[in-house]
């Protein structure tokens, strides 16, 4: 073989090495909204779902494939015959992303840090409204032995619940039920989370840089008990705020996916086979009404509020895309025994488009004729351009529909909820993302006390069917109390609701193994570039 043979056959071997090379394992994803936290214990917040969902992991999780539940920090558990007592078994060796050892004792603290008034958690009544002792535990009057949460050794937890609730095993796929670590939290407070040599997770990614504003930087976890099948090595959530910003960003090929896009882009991207994913989602758009403030304590100001707004226009003019007319919080997708929640249920006197004379008769009613004498309407919105739209229309449909004064506000996320959660509002944009596949995730938004009820809607008779259909173990029964209580509420107009929405977003095809549920959330354990 002569040389120059030689060198060019050694010339084409490194051209086809090259040529062959596996793509990086590197995702760039934009998001239009940054979290109001990254802590699992307290945020109820779906804008931190990108991140918690990938950095912990619970009990059980979801199969990235089909999303039915599976083992995940646990690799087993019993219930006990009556229902109440569920027995986990954790896998041997789980450890933390500092390499320190993850017990049951994790899991433990973890409640007991929910149940402390300290932390606030957004999530609380997912453990009060079920765990034996738990109420009295955070009233300060209970014991850790009457808690019914133990870990009789490291590799077992036991929960015990005051009444059967065959959905519970499904709630503990709720980032709230990830462990934190007891050793960061105590030795930095409420500042853990803010930077990533603190910010100790268990789950198949890691922080590896939060730059504020700007993006959080995810790198492989290797102490996953699962890092074999973790193939991304590096993920970039990027803020992008605009939409349309983040839309030029993924056509020049800066980022690999948006969570959001502008709507009147959708059925060019679509046609153009761009990467939009669209999937069913178990979720409802709606605004809150403060039925706590005058004149929006009146039921009948708040019946006048749902007849003056044309869902069809709102969905087909506006947002464009998929979504259904709302007339009441739960959406479709729960079903028993082959029959949906909503199948067969009342519209509650409200229509798909605007009832201009009912509305304006209900108004009349409440005191005010043809609107006179009714105070402006302050109607707020957190940054999001979409939103922004949507509250423009409904600003305008209130002002021609019956005939009052309609004033816009706007403010960026953190501060927004902070003035929801403290009812400085009149009717604001809110929305909720079932946090798993039952009709419960929506019914304690409206129940007295709750913490997620930002409206102030009160109602004893409401309440009690809530709590009789969370511990009746026969489905088809608990679906008609369920029922009963929507409807109970929803004839008093609480919320403003909107459409019940999908879930989209861009992603390029060469991104493959993710999992996209229907809360929105995102799950990249085992997602990756394909060649």
């Known amino acids: 073989m002569t040389k120059r043979i030689a060198l060019l056959l050694a010339a084409l071997v490194l051209i086809g090495s090259v040529a062959l090379a596996a793509p990086a394992q590197e995702l760039v994803f934009a998001l239009q909204n940054e979290p109001d936290g990254f802590d699992p214990s307290v945020t109820n917040n779906s804008f931190a779902s990108p991140f918690l969902t990938n950095v912990f992991e619970g009990l059980v999780t ?102 059967p609730a065959p959905y519970y095993l499904s709630i503990l796929t709720m980032w709230t039920f990830s462990p934190v670590q007891q050793a960061t939290v105590e030795a930095n407070g409420d500042q853990w989370t803010n930077k990533p040599d603190t910010y100790i997770v268990n789950g198949p990614f890691k922080v590896e840089a939060f730059n504020m504003g700007e993006s959080v930087v995810l790198v492989k976890n290797p102490e996953y008990y699962d890092a074999d099948k973790v193939k991304l090595e590096r993920i970039t959530f990027r803020y992008i705020t605009d939409s349309a910003t983040a839309l030029m960003a993924y056509e020049a090929g800066e980022i690999d996916g948006s969570r959001g896009f502008p709507p009147n882009d959708y059925a060019r991207l679509r046609a153009s086979d761009a990467g939009v994913v669209m999937e069913a989602a178990y979720a409802t758009t709606y605004y809150d009404i403060n039925n706590a403030k005058a004149p929006y304590d009146n039921p009948l100001v708040r019946k006048a509020l749902n ?74 919105y957190y940054t999001n351009d979409t939103i922004k739209k949507v509250v423009e229309a409904l600003a305008a449909m209130f002002t021609e529909n019956l005939n009052i004064k309609v004033e816009i506000s706007n403010e960026d996320w953190a501060v927004y909820y902070d003035n929801i959660q403290a009812g400085n509002y009149e009717v604001a944009a809110m929305g909720w993302g079932a946090d798993y596949l039952h009709p419960m995730t929506f019914l304690p938004l409206l129940k007295t006390g709750d913490a997620n009820n930002l409206v102030g809607y009160s109602n004893p008779e409401y309440d009690a069917l809530v709590e009789q259909a969370q511990s009746e173990t026969d489905p088809v029964a608990a679906m008609e109390i369920m029922r009963k209580a929507e409807s109970l509420s929803a004839e008093e107009y609480p919320l403003l609701n909107l459409y019940y929405r999908a879930n989209t977003m861009l992603l390029r095809a060469k991104v493959q193994g993710f999992y996209f549920d229907y809360s929105g959330s995102i799950f990249l354990k085992t997602a990756f570039i394909a060649e």
């Open 62 to 163: 979801y199969d990235t494939t089909d999303g039915s539940m599976i083992p995940g920090n646990a690799e087993s558990w019993t219930v006990s015959d009556d229902g109440l007592t569920y027995t986990f078994t954790l896998r041997e060796g789980l450890k933390w992303s500092d390499g320190s050892p993850l017990t049951a004792k994790d899991y433990l603290y973890t409640f007991k840090r929910i149940l402390t008034p300290e932390t606030a958690a957004q999530y609380l009544n997912l453990v009060t409204d079920y765990i034996e002792g738990a109420q009295e535990y955070y009233d300060g009057a209970g014991s850790d032995e009457a808690l019914g949460v133990k870990a009789p050794d490291d590799r077992t937890l036991v929960l015990t619940l005051k009444t």
């Open 307 to 380: 007849l003056a707004v044309d869902r069809v226009s709102l969905i087909d003019n506006v947002i464009q895309t998929p979504a259904l007319p709302a007339f009441s919080l739960i959406g479709p997708g729960y079903v028993v025994d082959g029959v949906d929640f909503v199948e067969g249920r009342s519209n509650f006197g409200l229509s798909e488009t605007a009832d201009v004379e009912g509305a304006r008769a209900a108004l009349a009613e409440a005191g005010y004729p043809n609107g006179e004498g009714f105070p402006t309407l302050q109607l707020s």
